[in-house]
């Protein structure tokens, strides 16, 4: 697999862990492209080798040009030496040493990143090292770094990026990876299906998509025989969805008249149930 420029690599991380999926920012940074990088280039995937935070600190511009085997070899020999050895290679090469980063950001690397992509299965410990070791421990996971290759068409690419946050996100981040492309696609409209099976559409927004959550997953859970007898907007006002069972009630919605979100009606126990569904980043 060719190496992915350190500015690629950070595009991909963005593409893997979506600012609306992850709550760790870091996970996708600066410098976790970095990582990446430095990790495909001394080739630390799955095991083979391996890298410690320092590393990544001490690539450079000038040696992050080197793509022969040959020369990214003997960077990663010398940077297992120390930052002296790496210093004297690139001097041998007549490079202005110029590290990407300073060394106090090599806490920021261990304990944030690598110990963000070990919960997401990016990363992996050789925890045959002892932690207070200084030795190279650190390797991407193989289907992680895969990943990172460039030649991957737009749609292998989508695949293989969905098929690993399935196996790897979590509950929590498939859940925000719903969300987001329910977003996406409230953009026109949102669908909502009724108890009976009918289809709804809403008026895009979040709001829209908590009053679907409420329809779909939460009224066959809390009811027994759940019905929805009206949906109020304020671009539709009303909406009578059961005109049949609100005569039965004795029921007369006039739409000019301030109305919850939703009407619902459990004709098992005879319960009404208002709902107000809102989204705000503020205090309700």
């Known amino acids: 697999m060719s190496i992915p420029s350190r500015e690629r690599c950070t595009q ?40 410690r935070p320092s590393m990544v600190l001490w690539m450079c511009n000038g040696a992050a040009r080197w793509r022969a085997g040959g020369r990214r070899d003997a960077w990663y020999d010398a940077a297992a030496s120390g930052h002296n050895a790496v210093r004297e ?33 990016a990363i992996e410990r050789d925890e045959g090292i002892p932690t207070t ?7 991407l996971t193989t289907d992680f770094a895969a990943l990172f290759d460039p030649e991957l068409g737009a749609k292998q690419l989508d ?8 196996a790897n996100l979590g509950r929590v981040g498939l859940t925000r990876r719903a969300i987001s492309r329910q977003r996406t696609r409230a953009g026109h409209s949102v669908s909502v299906r009724l108890p009976g099976g009918a289809q709804r559409s809403l008026r895009p927004g979040d709001s829209s998509l908590i009053l679907k959550g409420v329809i779909e997953e939460l009224a066959p859970r809390a ?19 059961d005109q049949e069972l609100l ?27 208002f709902v107000e569904a809102v989204a705000t980043d503020g205090e309700i």
């Not at 940074?29 to 990790?39: E, I, P, R, T």
């Open 223 to 241: 009811m027994r025989e759940p019905a929805v007898l009206a949906i109020s907007e304020s671009a539709r006002k009303v909406d009578l969805l």
């Open 12 to 51: 991909r991380l963005r593409q893997i862990f979506p600012e609306e999926v992850v709550d760790d920012r870091v996970v996708y940074g600066s410098l976790a492209g970095a990582a990446v990088f430095v990790c495909l280039y001394v080739g630390a995937v799955g095991g083979a080798k391996k890298v």
């Open 133 to 139: 070791s200084s030795k190279p421990a650190w390797s």
């Open 89 to 121: 290679l690139l001097g041998e090469q007549s490079i202005d040493h110029r590290p990407w980063y300073a060394e106090n950001s090599r806490e920021t690397l261990r304990d944030e990143v690598f110990r963000a992509w070990s919960r997401l299965g």
């Open 159 to 166: 695949n293989r990026i969905e098929a690993w946050q399935d």
């Open 247 to 273: 005569g039965s009630l004795d029921i007369t919605i006039t739409a000019d008249r301030l109305l919850p979100d939703a009407l619902l009606f459990d004709a098992a126990s005879g319960t009404f149930w």
